[in-house]
């Protein structure tokens, strides 16, 4: 469960230990030694967002659904497990060539990629594994933004609930996971930037899988 996960490692990254009890909103109520609160977790991507999540993520997945079948159509017919990383398109004709050329594979010799298709346009990399792993590098590999406005529109977003969380917990923190294995999360933050926590008592920024940053509300 993601949200489940990534709380349980924000805690560990903070060195701190956290109980977490499920629940519908916020989605957890947290006990630690020294309390409680109520911890929202979503995500934040980059890029023009549409209703539930980016444009890009939203290619980044459909791009992976096609792989999968892919590689469900491969598998039924017999092939073997397989680390397998396509760079091409993901039409009909790319997925017949594409299954294919790992069909006429016998993997034994060097790994090395393989051209596909009459112009060459797509590439195959592919070695048999005891765990199955398919991806598209084209995902794994843009360029990192530093626009903290990504993570300010999350919370203003969450900060609409923020009542709602209330009701459950008089302190409500909000955890904001970028997964920066795929482009859409590629997203850190400035050393001196600061969002507007719109009341939440904290926001954890977990770039994961690598840092928590957490910004806390100061009274005055």
Known sequence: MFEQGSAFQTSLKLGESWKLEPRESPDFLVKTANGCF???????QIGPRRRKSSQMREAESARQHWLNGVRADYEAQGGAKLNCKYWGDTTEEARAILIEALLTNDFTGPVEAKKLGSDGGARLLAFETPNTHWEM?????????????????V???????????REACAEVRLLVVADQIYNSGRLLLEPDFQP???????VYFFAYPRTVIPFYRIDF
């Open 155 to 165: 919370i203003d977003e969450k900060a609409g609930k923020l009542e709602k969380y």
């Open 196 to 202: 507007d926590l719109r009341g939440f008592d904290a």
């Open 38 to 44: 109520g911890l929202e977790v979503t995500q934040c």
């Open 137 to 153: 590098p084209v995902d794994r590999a843009g360029e990192t933004s530093r626009d903290g406005s990504y993570l300010q529109r």
